[in-house]
């Protein structure tokens, strides 16, 4: 039998991403986001979640741009730094040891030493709640070629993403793979 545990943000995993932004003063600046995901596939898009007291907040509202930078479980400990430190006291990049790349295609930096960038110009704002959902469209997708499969997709497997339980606050690394997307359902079909 299912116990009920109310409402609450017990949806899982959530992604680990870094969002990157240049705050009004030009300084590059990282935040952490676990409520995001893919929001449409044409136009290719995500969405990211922060509260409007972040500083990323206005950097995104003010640049109208922002990049997805998915580390490797490698940078667990500089991804959770960047979620509870404040870019306003803090140059989080020098921090963790990071490397902030301008972007040419978006009023934005991306971290050189993440495996997975994807460079976002900003869609649509949509307030919830405490939250605003910023709705980016992916203008590119820039990769390290050691995360490359033979036919040059990217593959978790090489790339190691982290995924963030929001129940226990932590972190955890994938799995192996345990069947293939629009192959192993067709068992049911009749």
């Not at 799995?175 to 192993?184: D, H, M, N, R, T």
Request: with cysteine.
């Amino acid at each position: 039998m299912k116990k009920s545990l109310g409402k609450g943000t017990h949806a899982m995993p959530t992604p680990v991403w870094l969002v990157g932004s240049y705050d009004q003063e030009g300084k590059a600046n990282l935040a952490t986001v676990a409520w995001g995901g893919v929001c449409s596939s044409d136009p290719a898009a995500v969405t990211v979640s922060l509260r409007k007291s972040r500083h990323s907040y206005d950097a995104i509202m003010q640049r109208k741009a922002f990049t997805v930078n998915i580390p490797s479980q490698a940078f667990v400990a500089a991804a959770d730094y960047a979620g509870i430190a404040s870019g306003r006291s803090a140059d989080k990049f020098a921090a963790a040891g990071l490397t902030a790349v301008k972007s040419d295609l978006v009023d934005a930096p991306y971290v050189a030493e993440f495996p997975l960038v994807l460079e976002c110009r900003l869609l649509q704002v949509v307030e919830i709640g405490v939250h605003t959902q910023f709705i980016g469209e992916i203008v590119d997708v820039k990769a390290d070629e050691e995360v490359l499969d033979d036919k040059g997709n990217v593959d978790p497997a090489k790339v190691l993403p982290l995924v963030y339980s929001p129940t226990n606050r932590a972190y955890y690394g994938l799995g192996a793979v345990v069947g293939q997307g629009f192959e192993i359902g067709k068992q049911f079909m009749k």
